[in-house]
């Protein structure tokens, strides 16, 4: 799956436990009619994919959706859900590096030559 839109929030890399767990957290607007604010979150080594983006570059982000169940002390069974990235690429440079789509020169074309001779198509309007 993917997400893509404008950064709009880039987190520091945090440190969790005696292990060094290490998470960084990245928010994403997606350009659409309502568009949605997307908290990606990139754990371990992947934190470092964050480096080189910014607030406003386009990007798209490659994702998993992550569940877990926890039991509370009460007994109580609870789920959460969170949006893991594992690649993310920025979309300026496809743009900048994509020619620009160009129409054939007019003098290519033939031009019609009688106007008032009707011709049959097959055209549904």
Known sequence: MEVQ???????????FGSNGFRKR???VTT???YPQHIMVEFVQDKCDLLNPFQ??????IS????????????GETKYFNSIQG??????????????APTAPPADNFEPASDFSKEEHD????
């Open 5 to 15: 839109g404008k950064v709009k929030m880039i987190g520091d890399t945090q440190t």
């Open 25 to 27: 957290e990245i928010v």
């Open 31 to 33: 350009e659409e009619q």
């Open 55 to 60: 607030v406003g570059h386009d990007v798209k």
């Open 63 to 74: 994702i998993n959706l992550r569940g877990r169940e926890w039991v509370n002390p009460q």
């Open 86 to 99: 594992w690649r993310i690429e920025s979309l300026q440079a496809v743009a900048q590096n994509a020619p």
């Open 122 to 125: 097959d055209l549904p309007f």
